[in-house]
T-cell receptor
Framework: KAGVTQTPRYLIKTRGQQVTLSCSPI?????VSWYQQTPGQGLQFLFE???????NKGNFPGRFSGRQFSNSRSEMNVSTLELGDSALYLC?????????????FGPGTRLTVL | AQKVTQAQTEISVVEKEDVTLDCVYE???????LFWYKQPPSGELVFLIR??????QNEISGRYSWNFQKSTSSFNFTITASQVVDSAVYFC?????????????FGEGTQLTVNP
């Protein structure tokens, strides 16, 4: 079974631009979560989607948004990029909502904002 | 609010040594789940284990073992006879039952270096 895939793997943008990252979950998984990883803040939860609805949201500004499609694939968007948005963005999928479900992570998208 | 603390930022050992990675958590929920993940240099988080709050049995998987103690809110991870391939960053994480969905709160991570 294929794992979680994320595209693109690397991205370089300039301040003020916007970016869209994509995540394809493991087949049959319906929950997709996004995390931001930076050296200073560590791994932080962005949001979680299930059945095309955002179910949980972390403490990030409104510039960070996401969506989920009917096939469970998810995208996250960051508008008006800032230097501090440079990070590894990780996507995780699980069968369903709830902490009892194991989350499997993708390889991440490394975003650099210049 | 939930919190996970991994006090050891970096650990360096020589191959074949045993090493224990500490994890202390805080939560108000009675139902919660604890996880350990490994992050090699490639960046992908690899799932190692999940434990629920009602199961305090220790677990062993090959060279890996986990010690869960609710009395001290700890979920420590031991690697026996470490190998160079064990070098990675290890994260302990907490998920609070049903209320927070699948949301994981991570510790700061412990960088383990196993030298030949």
């Amino acid at each position: 079974k294929a794992g979680v895939t994320q595209t693109p793997r690397y991205l370089i943008k300039t301040r003020g631009q916007q970016v869209t990252l994509s995540c394809s979950p493991i087949s049959g998984h319906r929950s997709v979560s996004w995390y931001q990883q930076t050296p200073g803040q560590g791994l932080q939860f962005l949001f979680e989607y299930f059945s095309e609805t955002q179910r949980n949201k972390g403490n990030f500004p409104g510039r960070f948004s996401g969506r989920q499609f009917s096939n469970s694939r998810s995208e996250m968007n960051v508008s008006t990029l800032e230097l501090g948005d440079s990070a590894l963005y990780l996507c995780a999928s699980s069968l369903a909502l709830g902490g009892m479900n194991e989350q499997f992570f993708g390889p991440g998208t490394r975003l650099t904002v210049l | 609010a939930q919190k996970v603390t991994q006090a050891q930022t970096e650990i360096s050992v020589v191959e074949k040594e045993d090493v224990t990675l500490d994890c202390v958590y805080e939560t108000r929920d009675t139902t919660y789940y604890l996880f350990w993940y490994k992050q090699p240099p490639s960046g992908e988080l690899v799932f190692l284990i999940r434990r629920n709050s009602f199961d305090e049995q220790n677990e062993i998987s090959g060279r890996y073992s986990w010690n869960f103690q609710k009395s001290t809110s700890s979920f420590n991870f031991t690697i026996t006879a470490s190998q160079v391939v064990d070098s990675a960053v290890y994260f302990c994480a907490l998920s609070e039952g049903e209320t927070s969905g699948s949301r994981l709160t991570f510790g700061e991570g412990t960088q383990l270096t196993v030298n030949p």
